[in-house]
């Protein structure tokens, strides 16, 4: 019995301990990502005289 006792006293310490520990209350949610891509579609055409603004210069470009 006189084991027991500081075991028990020893039990009901922790016990305490970690359900004060324990904040009831909000949940976490995760975060949202702040930014955002956007993705603009760059598209001039060749036409012979544009080689230096237009997207497919070296593909329509003739040779």
Same mark, same amino acid.
Request: with cysteine; proline share 6%.
């Given at each position: 019995? /006189?084991?027991? &006792? ?5 039990? !009901? @310490?922790? !016990? !305490? !301990?970690?359900? #004060? /520990?324990? =904040?009831?209350? =909000? $949940?976490? $949610?995760? %975060? =949202?990502?702040?930014? =955002?891509?956007? @993705?603009? @579609? %760059? ?8 080689? &230096?603004?237009?997207? #497919?210069?070296?593909?329509? /470009?003739?040779?």
């Amino acid at each position: 019995m /006189a084991t027991l &006792k500081p075991i028990s006293t020893l039990l !009901l @310490f922790f !016990l !305490l !301990l970690s359900t #004060s /520990a324990v =904040k009831p209350g =909000k $949940r976490v $949610r995760a %975060h =949202k990502p702040c930014k =955002k891509l956007v @993705f603009y @579609f %760059h598209d001039i055409i060749y036409n012979g005289k544009n080689a &230096k603004n237009a997207t #497919s210069a070296i593909v329509g /470009a003739p040779a």
